[in-house]
Nanobody, 128 residues
Framework: QVQLVGSGGGLVQAGGSLRLSCALA?????????MGWFRQAPGKDREFVAA????????YYADSVKGRFTISRDSAKNTVYLQMNSLEPEDTALYYC????????????????????WGKGTLVTVSS
């Protein structure tokens, strides 16, 4: 069973930065999975934020975060990161780490349906 352990959320003022981390804690091979982040704001559906292929060669972002967020992965640490800069109050949400065999599952499936593994959400709150 794949276990994803997320961390790094918190409270920040608008314009600030946070970095989320998600470690794959299992006996599975980290590079077998595409990794990604989704978020769910209060009263809204879960939405795609960013995804990175197993090799790191393909990266995708939601239009709302392009140019502000950066996803990366460190295979030596079995960890994926989401660097969030220029944060806006609209970025306030529970952020979920996800792992899937296919990056298409993350990018093309609404609200992440079909994704095999999820971490527990980490709360990001951006004050105005």
């Amino acid at each position: 069973q794949v276990q994803l352990v997320g961390s790094g959320g918190g409270l920040v003022q608008a314009g600030g930065s946070l970095r989320l981390s998600c470690a794959l804690a299992s006996g599975r091979t980290f590079t077998a999975y595409a990794m990604g982040w989704f978020r769910q704001a209060p009263g809204k559906d879960r939405e795609f934020v960013a995804a990175i292929s197993w090799s790191g060669g393909r990266i995708y972002y939601a239009d709302s975060v392009k140019g502000r967020f950066t996803i990366s992965r460190d295979s030596a640490k079995n960890t994926v990161y989401l660097q969030m800069n220029s944060l806006e109050p609209e970025d306030t949400a529970l952020y979920y780490c996800a792992a899937s065999k296919f990056i298409a599952t993350m990018v093309e499936t609404p609200a992440g349906g079909g994704i095999e593994y999820w971490g527990k959400g980490t709360l990001v709150t951006v004050s105005s």
